[in-house]
């Protein structure tokens, strides 16, 4: 017998519902399709079949990877994956446990996770790319906001006492998406409510390491700082276009307003607006990742919710590889 709630998720499953709308007819396909990806992504990555000397040999690291994948691609929990497991395909007529693949999860390093993205990236974009950078959250909570408003209520009138931290807040990351493919090139996590301009240099060592084609780079104000422009034109060789925060007065007043920085003063006289629009992609790609697999992390710690959206975001650039259609 099925555990209760999980005999619907595994119809939609069959019937290539939830996961594949007009494109394909099955789910099951759907599912082998993104194994297939997923291996042609991590061959010649040197990923040890065994990890650990006291593995009972059964499934190797590059199936636990694939089904980490798979989950996110669903936005299933560990138990429901094993519950639709059976149904949706079948290794030498068994299937690892939940418990196994929770384990790995907390095992598998970010390394290896931002390789794949990039690995899956790299199918589908071109050379010249124009990228867009920006920054969204996803709740660390399901707690409805009934709930947290009258808890908040509950410790403003002393009538019940709970941690500030009763209920978590929100993973705030960073992202680097291609304008033309909408595929995520990068991804930068972390569990606070920072600047956004304090991270971009982490996701321009993304870039780097994944060697991309980019000839622009374009971000919103929040991005808007001269080093930022160093980093990107001395370690990519690439044009940013980063409008500066006070852009309107500086327009009308360029004489007027002084522009600390070489860089941002060039933006007050050669922004292209035309490659800038582009990075309303960003805002439709943030879109679709919530929509498609969910806006909330179940992750304990922050680490662990870094590798869910890291996760969550090789299943997205899957889902747009598939939908590409392009034969492989």
């Not at 309303?280 to 590798?307: A, F, P, W």
């Amino acid at each position: 017998m099925l555990p209760l709630g999980s005999q619907p998720i595994r119809e939609r499953a069959q019937d290539g519902i939830s996961m594949c709308g007009r494109r394909s007819s099955s789910g099951r396909d759907r599912i082998d399709q993104i194994i297939k990806v997923t291996e042609m992504a991590l061959e010649g990555f040197g990923i040890p079949k065994h990890s650990s000397e006291f593995s009972n040999r059964l499934y190797d690291d590059r199936l636990k990877i694939e089904l980490l994948i798979v989950r996110q691609y669903l936005d299933v929990s560990f138990r429901e994956l094993y519950t639709m497991l059976p149904s949706l395909r079948v290794w030498n007529g068994r299937c690892p446990d939940h418990s196994t693949l929770v384990k790995f999860s907390a095992k598998v390093g970010t390394m290896v996770l931002d390789r794949v993205l990039r690995s899956i990236a790299m199918m589908l974009c071109r050379t010249d790319m124009t990228v867009a950078v920006d920054s969204t959250g996803f709740s660390c909570s399901n707690a409805s906001r009934h709930f947290v408003k009258r808890l908040k209520e509950m410790n403003k009138n002393n009538k019940i006492t709970y941690a500030g931290s009763y209920v978590r807040g929100f993973s705030k990351t960073s992202l680097a998406v291609d304008t033309d493919t909408k595929m995520i090139l990068a991804c930068d996590c972390m569990d606070s409510n920072h600047s956004d301009v304090k991270r971009m240099s982490y996701i321009v060592d993304d870039l780097v390491d994944g060697g991309f084609k980019i000839k622009y780079i374009v971000a919103d104000k929040g991005y808007d700082a001269e080093y930022v422009h160093v980093d990107i034109r001395e370690r990519l060789n690439v044009k940013a276009f980063v409008p500066i925060r006070k852009w309107e007065q500086a327009r009308i007043e360029t004489s007027k307003v002084r522009t600390t920085g070489f860089n941002r003063g060039l933006m007050k006289f050669f922004f292209d607006k035309d490659v800038y629009d582009q990075r309303c992609q960003m805002e439709t790609v943030n879109s679709m990742i919530k929509r498609k697999m969910g806006d909330t992390v179940y992750g304990k710690t922050e680490l662990s919710r870094h590798k869910e959206i890291l996760l969550r975001c090789i299943a997205y650039n899957i889902r747009r590889f598939m939908d590409a259609g392009i034969p492989f």
